[in-house]
């Protein structure tokens, strides 16, 4: 299969560079402005072992919204179903910053794949621990996950994202005022901005979302039912308000980062991450997204059927 | 498999039996608050024809809003793509007859589960049909799927929801005023509460999702692609505000009516139909949520591996 | 102080004949949409009697949601303070046909002066009585106010209105579903669409006015702190989410109509009817709310001052 | 007059202590929530100098958002109308501290007076100044106004509120994300925080007030548009989602604070400064509200006739 698949990949990113419809870098985050749209790389790891990549597969990249899926295993694994107190399961019907639906629900974010929720999950994780320690935990799940030491947190764009992110400081102390959030604001917050600063390349994502895909020979870190419903939650909510256009086009879980990235699980098949930079109207990967549904066609691999 | 399975089923029958936490029954269509919610069936259509059940699994009842999935499988086959033009494909995060969404969205309901948008798919069935026509499409095409032609409307039940269903005439207006109806409403309203009203057995229903699972053997009514797009939509809006919690703890594609039914599919696996007329906080069946997840956790069914 | 006045509203005639700027005719009710949008009518009632006019104060009108002032008088009139479990007094922030609010306020409408909440008033009105008992009150109300018995329902408007006003039979079918309507919905939307579709001149309106105003030698039909609550809500809610802006500019209480009508009231001091059916995008008249500004500053008459 | 008038003090006072109805001080800064709900007291400057006042009337109160009354006539003093562009002049049908009516209308608040538009006010009075200028003009304003030199800021209840005001941290930090905040969160939040901890008694509070009442002997400070612009302002959003209630009842323009403070205006007739520190469900004092609507009646001072 593998050799199909490479050719198949290979053909995929020299279509997509010849289109060059890439869309635009995300304008709030200075540190990413400055990233050229015009880039593109996919990497697929697969049961016992196999990676079979494309394009910039290699280059890092911020994976930024993507750690919400780490975060939220590390929280799973600490206080298991205890979090869901604190926050819901359900798709937000909202974009990924909106504060809108905070104030009708009384401060509990709808899913912790939107920055509140996230903010809350981050927040759990610092529970009787310095900042240093959360990201510790959050990293070190990563290189367990990839099997690679060599991932690390990019500290310019974790300032840059704290000099200019109004919104989440808002959403912060919005939680905060509700009292869903046990740190100070600027403690959980400058830890939320570290660990979107994480930067990875998709053959490392890849790697370590096998532990959510559940592939053979994966290091054994989530139990198949944590693994299954971080699944569920990333199909449900891993594309704030275009996840329902996502799941209707791909037919997988996955996640997006503002930073261009898309984690992709295939239960027991396949774990992908793809990486482009510039955005589309939902604020996900404009090319991430179009080779994520022609991968699902080309493979079959959608989860419904 | 079967007789393992139906171990299981007669099991999971007794025990719901034996708890009787049953819900209430939807107290707003006259006719189905006069249903006793102490019952309980199950079948399970496996592929090559084999069926599972357990309960009450041949008596019929109103399937609601699961018709909604079988009404959007005939649009689909009859203008295809064209229909995302009127209603979206997101989760509204909303209750089912929320009007609320639909005024800052200009008239285009959110998704086709929802009954604003149920009400647009089946007024799109109407074009230049009227109403027998369009009903019997429908009951059509559910008898083809099930292989068994007595399946009818029960009209008493169709009258009733006509003479309290004001919500459901506040949409359907509310969608004319922008423009997103195109019968006069009373047309559309009386396809609608006729469609909601088919009675069907667990055992027929689960015959009919049979072409949405996509099972071996099941008439060839609908593409792969059509099939998988319905399961994409099914599992991010066919519980309501209660899509993400039923995504979390069953895994599979699913569409609930107040009636206490619901369908299930496991994509090339199974197409199950549970019914329980008691409901949950979310206007979903209490106890069949209870046995698909049972129901999900025994079969290892769940699309998220 | 009259023949300033005359000169004053001759001149303002001239001037916004002279200008042109006449906004749009509303396009939802058909026979609205017909009527030459460069029309201007202003009459005032004075204490002890007296009335000025300029333009086309003696051409009728379709008062449409002036009415609900009127409505609203009879309402207090018959039941008293008791309306307010069935409406509220806030502004409701919203478009006069807005039906987000009720959604998250359970049927109770802001105000009786948007149109959920005027359908309610109307829906009281009807309390015991066929339809034609609470229209002749209105009238009856209007007439004797106005001291004019020559003041018709406009049937073509009636029925114009009833044809295309989906908008409102959604409010009305909603309000019935939260159990805010004691009549069927047609009943209260056909009594609605007659009232809103009373005919008069702006010297007919103006006298009428007179008993909101509390004007010396007006009929004492209202008692004091009646005519103040109304006085007070007109100023709150009378411009629908255009109100705060209407304040600001005019200190006076007024309610608008799509017809181009508004009524403003100068406790004490005058009762002002002025008419041009072009809008602006509030629905208010365009014309009629520049006068009513031009007029406030002339006078004084402001009640801040 | 004045003798009645205090007779009538007198007797309300007796009778407010006499119900022990106070209601409960606002509980989210910890130094308010240190105050005896069981005080009030009441003020009324009179044309020409007179006052009249009752019970503990020379008590100093945390104003709170009284001050953002005097904030926006120090802008409307410096940059005039330009100030519209930045915030709205509707009411919010919304709690005085709601960020949601902010996402929808993408950062401009509806109007000045509930906390985002006051944040924006201080916002503009920062502009090329640094806090202490900002406090000084407020400050040197209300001296003036109300011709005493004594009134000062209480810096314990400043501290506390920048301690716990994670939802104006929230606001602040909104606005700013929306691009309509010019300095730094911190700063704004900082300088309102201490604007909003003026200490005044109800004598130097109706003082105060003289200039926007207009009355005979008032310092000349505000132009009489100015001034019946603010009256139409506090009239229409000047207690929050309470404003149509109070406008109903009282008929006076009026600002109330968590403090417990309101402040009334009854154009041309007299500034009304009262407190007590229980506060009612809408956040406006309780024991404040229903003596300003007794006076209202007792003297006839509605502007609504």
Same mark, same amino acid.
């Given at each position: 299969m593998s050799a199909v698949l490479e050719q198949f990949l290979q053909g995929l990113d020299a279509e997509? &560079?010849?289109?060059? +419809?890439?869309?635009?870098v995300a304008a709030y985050i200075p540190e990413l402005a400055r990233v050229d749209p015009a880039q593109f790389g996919i990497a697929i790891a697969l049961p016992g072992g196999g990676m079979v990549a494309a394009g910039q597969s290699g280059q890092r990249f911020s994976i930024q919204? *993507?750690?919400k899926v780490f975060s939220l295993a590390c929280v799973l694994g600490r206080i298991g179903e205890q979090i869901?107190? &604190?926050?819901?399961?359900? =798709?937000?019907?909202?974009r990924f910053d909106s504060i809108l639906s905070l104030e009708d629900e009384r401060g509990r974010p709808?899913? =912790?794949f939107i920055n509140a929720g996230a903010l809350v999950t981050t927040d759990e994780l610092l529970a009787g621990r310095v900042p240093k320690e959360a990201l510790a935990e959050i990293l070190g799940f990563l290189r367990a996950a990839a099997e690679d030491g060599d991932i690390h947190i +990019?500290?310019? *764009?974790?300032?840059?994202?704290?000099?200019t992110g109004y919104r989440n400081v808002a959403l912060a102390n919005y939680l905060k005022s509700f009292g869903n959030l046990r740190n100070p604001p600027e403690i959980t917050l400058g830890t939320y901005f570290h660990q979107c600063a994480i930067e990875m390349s998709c053959v490392q994502?890849?790697?370590?979302? &096998?532990v959510i895909a559940g592939l053979a020979g994966a290091p054994a870190m989530l139990s198949p039912v944590k693994a299954r419903r971080?699944?569920?939650l990333m199909m449900m909510c891993g594309h704030y308000d275009g996840s329902g256009d996502f799941a209707f086009r791909v037919g997988l879980p996955g996640k997006s980062g503002v930073g261009g990235g898309i984690l992709l699980v295939a239960p027991g098949r396949a774990s992908v991450a793809i990486w482009s930079p510039g955005l589309n109207g939902y604020g996900n990967s404009q090319m991430g997204t179009y080779a994520a549904e022609r991968l699902a066609r080309e493979t079959g691999w959608s989860v419904f059927g």
């Amino acid at each position: 299969m593998s050799a199909v698949l490479e050719q198949f990949l290979q053909g995929l990113d020299a279509e997509i &560079r010849a289109a060059g +419809d890439w869309g635009e870098v995300a304008a709030y985050i200075p540190e990413l402005a400055r990233v050229d749209p015009a880039q593109f790389g996919i990497a697929i790891a697969l049961p016992g072992g196999g990676m079979v990549a494309a394009g910039q597969s290699g280059q890092r990249f911020s994976i930024q919204s *993507v750690s919400k899926v780490f975060s939220l295993a590390c929280v799973l694994g600490r206080i298991g179903e205890q979090i869901w107190t &604190r926050v819901g399961r359900e =798709p937000s019907g909202r974009r990924f910053d909106s504060i809108l639906s905070l104030e009708d629900e009384r401060g509990r974010p709808r899913n =912790p794949f939107i920055n509140a929720g996230a903010l809350v999950t981050t927040d759990e994780l610092l529970a009787g621990r310095v900042p240093k320690e959360a990201l510790a935990e959050i990293l070190g799940f990563l290189r367990a996950a990839a099997e690679d030491g060599d991932i690390h947190i +990019d500290k310019a *764009v974790a300032g840059s994202e704290a000099e200019t992110g109004y919104r989440n400081v808002a959403l912060a102390n919005y939680l905060k005022s509700f009292g869903n959030l046990r740190n100070p604001p600027e403690i959980t917050l400058g830890t939320y901005f570290h660990q979107c600063a994480i930067e990875m390349s998709c053959v490392q994502l890849a790697r370590a979302g &096998r532990v959510i895909a559940g592939l053979a020979g994966a290091p054994a870190m989530l139990s198949p039912v944590k693994a299954r419903r971080i699944s569920a939650l990333m199909m449900m909510c891993g594309h704030y308000d275009g996840s329902g256009d996502f799941a209707f086009r791909v037919g997988l879980p996955g996640k997006s980062g503002v930073g261009g990235g898309i984690l992709l699980v295939a239960p027991g098949r396949a774990s992908v991450a793809i990486w482009s930079p510039g955005l589309n109207g939902y604020g996900n990967s404009q090319m991430g997204t179009y080779a994520a549904e022609r991968l699902a066609r080309e493979t079959g691999w959608s989860v419904f059927g």
